[in-house]
């Protein structure tokens, strides 16, 4: 339990910044980050540190980047995770392109569920707004639910006169294929510039959207996730819609259960404020102190993010971890 009364129980794991999509809101044109470097924690180290966690409490675990599935040791360390009595969860985020390969192999390996990325179903758009194929991501959902992970979902950034008029068909697209789609404000996590009034969209004002096409019903967030997400069923369509409003929502950090592994062996208390701890460091020195971290990381975690004042992001979004 932290310092505000929250029982922080789900570690967010980021194995690499590389990604082989450029999405305008994550990763800041000209970013090469430390992608051949060796501070780069090692399977070993990653599931060490879960280990840890879980050891202390810790029972949800998601995997994330960059783009977890270009990681050649993917599913070595899904493996070690899922071996763990004390794992209730082990999930992954993905932009999704290479899951026709992977879906089935990760399934196997004990990731149990899988948030997808897709901004938007138009490929010209998808293009512009992460420089991929929107058709390898669309296969890689139909290999998912095929292969029949306890969860999936899907995600999509919400950037005002860029892909808005792609919200009712992801929902569709999502209702007939019976999982949630959910809509995540812009935050400030590339750069400083990419979240201005121009480009920002509420979720409040997407709800009130779809509230003039359907009646919107809320749903109790708690069966459908761990995480932020407050859900709602479209009465007539039948989709159950997600929202991730970090940066208008005032109580949004009230339940709070995370915090972050970056790949460069940081802990990071709070994805919205700059503070790390550094246990590469303990991890490579042999003299132990990783639960010690864990626990200061704990201790440190603060009430609330910054995102809603003047916040410059100290390092991407992609080096952070999704």
């Known amino acids: 339990m932290d310092s505000h009364g929250r029982v922080i129980d789900y570690l967010r794991i980021s194995i690499t910044d590389r990604c082989n999509e450029r999405c305008l809101y994550c990763m800041p044109e000209g970013y090469k980050g430390w992608a051949q470097k060796a501070d780069h924690l090692t399977a070993g180290e990653v599931i060490r540190v879960a280990r840890a966690a879980a050891g202390l409490g810790f029972r949800k675990f998601r995997l994330t980047g960059g783009e977890p599935t270009i990681r050649t040791d993917l599913l070595q360390i899904v493996r070690g995770i899922s071996s763990f009595e004390e794992a209730e969860m082990l999930a ?26 897709l901004d938007a179903l138009n490929p010209t758009l998808y293009r512009k707004v992460t420089g991929g194929d929107v058709a390898a991501v669309l296969g890689g959902i139909e290999a998912a639910l095929s292969a029949g ?45 990419v979240l201005s009034e121009k480009n920002f969209l509420s979720v409040e004002e997407v709800i009130a959207r779809l509230a003039r096409r359907d009646e919107v019903v809320p749903l109790e967030s708690a069966t459908l996730g761990w995480g932020p997400a407050r859900y709602y069923r479209l009465k007539n369509t039948g989709a159950t819609v997600g929202f991730i409003g970090a940066i208008t929502t005032p109580d949004f950090c009230a339940s709070c259960n995370k915090i972050r592994l970056t790949a460069d062996g940081k802990i990071r208390p709070c994805l919205g404020r700059h503070n790390e701890l550094d246990l590469l460091s303990a991890l490579r020195s042999g003299e132990g102190g990783v639960e010690e971290i864990l626990h200061e990381a704990i201790a440190l975690k603060p009430i609330d993010h910054e995102f809603s004042g003047c916040y410059e992001p100290d390092r991407p979004m992609t080096a952070i971890g999704g």
């Open 92 to 117: 992954l985020s993905t932009n999704g392109t290479r899951l026709k390969e992977l879906a089935a192999p990760l399934r196997d390996a004990g990731v149990s569920s899988l948030n997808i990325s």
């Open 149 to 193: 992970f306890a969860r999936l979902k899907l995600n999509c950034v919400l950037m005002r006169g860029v892909n808005e008029d792609e919200i009712w068909p992801l929902i569709l697209f999502a209702s007939e294929r019976e999982i949630p789609v959910r809509f995540i404000e812009l935050m400030p996590l590339s750069n400083a510039d």
